[in-house]
């Protein structure tokens, strides 16, 4: 390899590193940030806070296996979408997202809703739901063990 080829050899390299560097703190800057609600929050009690006034409640989530509810109240008449999915710490769960639908009385509704399988017998879950496609919040929750 003569010495023109090392110094395209070099500024190629050079040219590719920047471009990925690049690209990298363009994905992260694309990323949502998620507000994490205060621990107090009871997901599947009365629901948790989040907006403006709107509240979001897992209804009649028990165990792991069991269908439940997802509701949400109080959202402005603005809100285009509302969607949710579920995970584990440490646990990759899958490809899981619930989209709600605005009921005619505002409330928006997913209805026959399953956590997915988890292979560990764990009970320690995060919601996360993403409100118009770009606000995210999160809460943790627990279920308790299915009745044998």
Do not use: Y
């Not at 897992?58 to 165990?63: A, D, G, I, R, T």
């Amino acid at each position: 390899m003569n010495q023109k080829q090392k110094i395209v050899l070099a500024v190629g390299l050079l040219v590719f590193g920047l471009l990925k560097l690049g690209g990298i703190w363009w994905w992260q800057s694309q990323q949502i940030a998620s507000e994490t609600l205060p621990e107090s929050c009871e997901i599947a009690v009365s629901g948790c806070p989040f907006g403006q006034n709107a509240r979001l409640k897992l209804e009649n989530v028990s165990h792991n296996n069991a269908p439940f509810r997802i509701v949400a109240t109080g959202l402005p008449e603005s809100t285009q979408s509302l969607s949710a999915s579920f995970s584990m710490r440490d646990m990759d769960m899958g490809f899981n997202r619930f989209d709600l639908k605005r009921q005619n009385d505002g409330t928006w509704l997913a209805e026959n809703v399953h956590l997915p399988l988890c292979t560990q017998a764990r009970h320690d879950w995060q919601i996360e739901w993403t409100l118009d496609g770009s606000k995210k919040f999160q809460a943790a929750f627990e279920t308790q063990k299915a009745a044998k």
